[in-house]
Structure formats: structure tokens, C-alpha cells
């Protein structure tokens, strides 16, 4: 009889149990020293192991032959607990058995001896289902149970379970298991069962789990059905979510204003089955994640792959983090939407998206505070003398000392103390500062222009009196050299206090060593 991966591979003693070990060591070694207490209070998210462990600890307290805190898994009360055999270890469910009546009963039952076990113990699942009648009959026995009563209450919403109660149980809170706790028990629970498991889709299906080892091992079990390699891909396709690529290009063309892609990217998650909500969902978190990566704390708080992370990079380039608050807001408030109306989930869907592209079509706060932020960086622009709604003409006839010689003084370094004190002035190459702050002031007045902005960067000569906008390619340097592309760039630097005088200052070039300061010396 075939048997659910979860359960075959539920941990029997203490040591096995992933991602718990402030827990688990502190429950051993009470066991260990027969110091366990009359009460616990085991609280977390689902699949954390809160059952398991009270599960490990009935049989850990009732072992005829425990070693170091753990239960030995092969002795009568052991084998009893496992098979279920026993009457002394009671696993109730409080979401069926809510009412004062049953606990009734419970607290007259537990005035009587274990039939064969040392302990009686009292596994009340999801306890915060119980009524407050059921809360108040369970106060007295809890506080001062007999001797070989045990009770372990375990909850997914602590905040439900009244404080009389929670100040009489020794209370332990379950995390969520790391994502990398979670493809290890996956990676080799896939080994012993022959699942041809790929580390991507391990990461994907961990990821999906959202911190929960049953759900994961579940999630595995039901992409193994399909008798195929197990690869990111193929866990996208069994559970309906979006591949982090998708979500990179439905950002893109949000900042493109790409309506066309848009519709198109809710059309086939419709005609393939998929459910908006689910795709709404992945889009939001891939928001929240650009919103750590603006912030410049994703490698400590993201757990993506390089190339997710890679995608990650290029897609929060394109907005500024206002825009990515009001676009979050608007996701959200859509996902509520669609909660309640089910059956106008596409509609909902391409509305929000048609109101991230223009924030005029929405009425909100966050809508207005946008268009505002447009209006005062053009009244910047008109204060400074600049027109906002014509380019300026570069003129391509002007002339500059030879940009061969723009690193003189950074790349000749000084061979005397006499050479130093005949300088008069300092002379070198700056990078500037908060580049990734311009780029996203371009990408806010011209998305075309500020997504070829990506992997740029920009220096000042102080001996030129010039600017280099330092891109990857010759591809980037053509798209970008116009008259109308440098002065979107020109207007950003200028609502960025960058002192530009003209447009003739700024100078598109090719990287074409590592080091941007040494390699300008060699453009044209």
C-alpha cells in the first residue's frame, strides 16, 4: 500500500527534524533529564513540524530504553505510540471538537492512571479553534494536572489562544524552514525514492512551500508523477505558478508601457487554465522583491538563483521606489478585488495592469503623489532654464581638448615630490555617485531610453569638463547617441543636482576594460 511521502519520511526522533534545532535541542534534554513540563504550547506556520514533535516527545517521555533525549523508536511503549495501539497518547483535533462538552469529559478522564504507558499525554491540534467555554473548563486541569498527565497544544494563530492559557504552558515558536534546509531534505529524499530531481526544481519547489517541509515534500511528490526530470520548468507547468523570467517581462513591458504584451501575458495564463489570481500573486512577490533590491538588501534577504537574481537586478532599474509602492498597492488591492469576485478576475487583472502603465487612469493617493512628482521635477527643469518638451540641440561641430588625454592626470602617476608641487590644481577621473537613482528618474519620463541604461555608468574629467556615459556595447552607444535620448539622460542628471551645463558635456562611449577610471584614456 503505497504511503505519502510526507509521512514515510516524518522524523522519529528529535535529531531528524529540519530547521528546529532551538526546539528540538531544548525538548531533548528536558526528556533526557525527566524534566519535561506539564504543558506546551507549540506555535507556527503549517508543515513546520509542530505535530511531529509533540508526536516525538510523547514517545520520547513514555521510552523504556531513551537515548539522549530521543525516543528508541524499537521498545513496546514506542512501537504502541507509532501504531497507535495505545489509548494513552490522545491526538485530538480542536477544529471538530470545539465545544465545552468534550473538554468536559477530557478533564475527568485524565483524574485516571495510563493503562500502559507512563504518561498520558493530550495532543490537542489547531487548539485555537476551541470556544472560550472549552478555554475556561481546560484552566484548572492545566495549571495543576496529575503527575502522568501530559498536555502539548499546537496552533497554527497563536494570537487566538487566551493569555490564561498561554501563561500556563511552556510556549515554543516554530520558523519557517530555510530554503536551504528544505532542498537538502529534498535533494535526498529524491535520492532514496529515485526522483530524477533537478537543484533548480528543488529551489522552485522549496520556494513555492513557502517555509513548510510537508508541503514541499507533497509538492515533489506530485511533480514526480508525471514520471519526468523534475526541472523549474516542469514544476511551473504542474502548479500553475510563473516562471521568474515571465514576471521579469511583464515588469519590462509595464515600464514600456507595452499594452499589447500585457494583454497578451493575461490571455495565455487564461487559455492555459492557469488562475489569475495565482499569476497575481507571483507578480506581487516579484514586486516585493524589487522593492528589497532597490533597497539594497537583497542577497541577504532574497534566496534566488543568479540568473533569477541577474533578472531581479535589471527589472527594479526600471522604476523608482514610489512607483513600486503605488504599483504594489494597486496589486494588492486588485488581489483583494478578485478574492471577492471570482468571476472578474480578467478583467480586474488587465485594468490594474493598464493603471501601473498610466497612473492617471487611477484616482488614488498614491496615483496623484505620482503625476505631482512628474510636475515638480518639470517645474526643476523649467527653473533651470531648460525646455521640457523639445530636445536640445547638441552641437556635433564643437570642439574639446582630445578626449585621448581626458586621464592624464589619473593614469600618469606623479614619479616626484617636485612633480606633486608643481601641480597646481588636482586633475582625474570621478565616477558619479547614485547613478542607479538617475537611470530611474530617466526611466520615469522615457522607459525605452532608461531600460538601455542598464549596466552603465558615468564618470566626470575634471581636465575635460566632460561627462562619459560608459555603456556594455556599440548596440547601446548607437540606440542612446540622439539628440532626443541624451536629453531625456541631461534632464535626469539635472533633477539630480549633477552640475551639466549643456548636452555638449555629455559624451557616449564604449567600456572596454574592466575598470572604468583607467580604461577612458583609450576611447576615440
Known amino acids: 500500500m503505497h504511503q505519502a511521502l510526507y509521512r514515510k519520511y516524518r522524523p522519529n526522533v528529535f535529531d531528524d527534524v529540519y530547521g528546529q534545532e532551538h526546539i528540538t535541542s531544548i525538548l531533548r534534554y528536558e526528556a533526557m533529564r525527566g524534566s519535561v513540563s506539564h504543558a506546551y504550547l507549540f506555535s507556527g506556520s503549517r508543515g513546520t513540524g509542530k505535530t511531529t514533535c509533540a508526536k516525538i516527545l510523547a514517545k520520547s517521555v513514555n521510552c523504556l530504553n531513551p537515548k539522549d533525549g530521543n525516543p528508541c523508536n524499537e521498545c513496546e511503549n514506542c512501537r504502541a505510540i507509532d501504531t497507535g495501539s495505545t489509548t494513552d497518547v490522545i491526538e485530538m483535533d480542536a477544529a471538530t471538537n470545539t465545544g465545552v462538552d468534550y473538554i468536559r469529559d477530557l478533564r475527568e478522564n485524565v483524574m485516571y492512571t495510563p493503562a500502559m504507558l507512563k504518561k498520558r499525554v493530550y495532543i490537542i491540534d489547531e487548539a485555537h479553534m476551541l470556544s472560550d467555554s472549552a478555554f475556561n473548563a481546560l484552566l484548572k486541569t492545566i495549571e495543576e494536572p496529575p503527575e502522568h498527565v501530559l498536555y502539548i497544544f499546537a496552533t497554527t494563530e497563536q494570537h487566538k489562544i487566551p493569555a490564561t492559557i498561554i501563561s500556563r504552558c511552556q510556549r515554543f515558536e516554530f520558523r519557517r524552514i530555510t530554503m536551504k534546509s528544505l532542498v537538502e531534505r529534498l535533494m535526498y529524499i529524491a535520492k532514496n525514492e529515485s526522483i530524477n530531481l533537478t537543484e533548480d526544481g528543488a529551489t522552485l519547489i522549496a520556494k513555492t512551500a513557502q517555509g513548510g517541509m510537508r508541503d514541499a515534500i507533497s509538492l515533489m511528490e506530485l511533480c514526480a508523477g508525471s514520471h519526468k526530470e523534475i526541472t523549474s520548468n516542469l514544476v511551473n507547468e504542474i502548479l500553475g505558478t510563473s516562471s521568474y523570467e515571465k514576471m521579469y ?203 538601455f541604461l542598464r549596466g552603465s555608468s558615468c564618470c566626470y574629467s575634471q581636465k575635460n569638463q566632460r561627462y562619459y556615459l560608459v555603456v556594455p556595447n556599440s548596440f547601446t552607444e548607437h540606440l542612446l547617441n540622439t539628440d532626443k535620448n541624451k536629453k531625456s539622460i541631461f534632464d535626469a542628471m539635472l533633477l539630480s543636482e549633477i552640475d551639466i551645463a549643456s548636452v555638449n558635456q555629455l559624451k557616449i562611449v564604449v567600456k572596454k576594460g574592466k575598470d572604468i577610471l583607467s580604461d577612458l584614456d583609450e576611447f576615440e
Open 249 to 451: 517581462n511583464v515588469a519590462k513591458s509595464i515600464a514600456e508601457k507595452n499594452y499589447a504584451k500585457l494583454f497578451e501575458a493575461i490571455n495565455e495564463v487564461v487559455i492555459s487554465s492557469k488562475d489569475v489570481l495565482v499569476f497575481f500573486a507571483d507578480l506581487t512577490a516579484f514586486y516585493r522583491d524589487m522593492m528589497v533590491q532597490k533597497s539594497n538588501v537583497a542577497k541577504d534577504y532574497l534566496e534566488l538563483l543568479p540568473s533569477e537574481y541577474k533578472l531581479l537586478e535589471d527589472a527594479s532599474s526600471l522604476f523608482s521606489m514610489a512607483t513600486l509602492i503605488y504599483h504594489a498597492s494597486l496589486l494588492d488591492d486588485a488581489y483583494a478585488n478578485m478574492m471577492r469576485n471570482p468571476t472578474g478576475k480578467r478583467l480586474c487583472a488587465e485594468i490594474t495592469l493598464m493603471k501601473m502603465c498610466d497612473p492617471r487612469l487611477s484616482d488614488s493617493s498614491d496615483a496623484l503623489l505620482s503625476r505631482l512628482s512628474v510636475l515638480e521635477d518639470k517645474i526643476t527643469l523649467i527653473s533651470k532654464g531648460i525646455t521640457v518638451d523639445t530636445a536640445a540641440t547638441v552641437d556635433e561641430g564643437s570642439t574639446s581638448e582630445s578626449d585621448d588625454d581626458i586621464l592624464a592626470a589619473a593614469s600618469e602617476a606623479p614619479n616626484s615630490t617636485e612633480a606633486n608641487e608643481e601641480s597646481k590644481q588636482p586633475e582625474g577621473i570621478t565616477e558619479l555617485e547614485y547613478w542607479d537613482e538617475i537611470i530611474s528618474k530617466v526611466v520615469e519620463k522615457d522607459a525605452p531610453t532608461g531600460s
